[in-house]
């Protein structure tokens, strides 16, 4: 059993950044892959960003070079930094991890809200 509990959402203008944080505990050696989502009001969940346990990643174009995904296994934890923020990045943005041996894993979210 894995759980995942999100941190750092908030309000920021347009422009401006924010680091989200992803704490992963129970049988965390089993993550493989860990991934960032986000869900915006009336739109489907996407994929914002992955992150692999040989450390490599890949990003949604609408991301790419603003957002920084990165892990520290040591400590458990996946960062999303979000840089250059834009109002379409409004959403309730999940934290996501595959295990080895078991299944699924979601956090319950964070909203980040992003003014014009």
């Known amino acids: 059993q894995v759980q995942l509990v999100e941190s750092g959402g908030g309000l920021v203008q347009a422009g401006g950044a924010l680091r989200l944080s992803c704490t992963a505990s129970?049988?965390?050696?089993?993550?493989?892959?860990m991934s960032w989502y986000r869900q915006a009001p009336g739109k489907q969940r996407e994929l914002v960003a992955t992150?692999?346990?040989?450390?490599?990643?890949n990003y949604a174009d609408s991301v790419k070079g603003r957002f920084t995904i990165s892990r520290d296994n040591a400590k458990n934890t996946m960062s999303l930094q979000m840089n250059s923020l834009k109002p379409e990045d409004t959403a309730v943005y999940y934290c996501?991890?595959?295990?080895?041996?078991?299944?699924?894993?979601w956090g319950q979210g964070t909203q980040v809200t992003v003014s014009s």
């Open positions: 996501y991890a595959r295990t080895v041996f078991y299944g699924t894993y």
């Open positions: 129970g049988t965390t050696s089993s993550i493989n892959v």
């Open positions: 992150i692999r346990s040989g450390s490599s990643t």
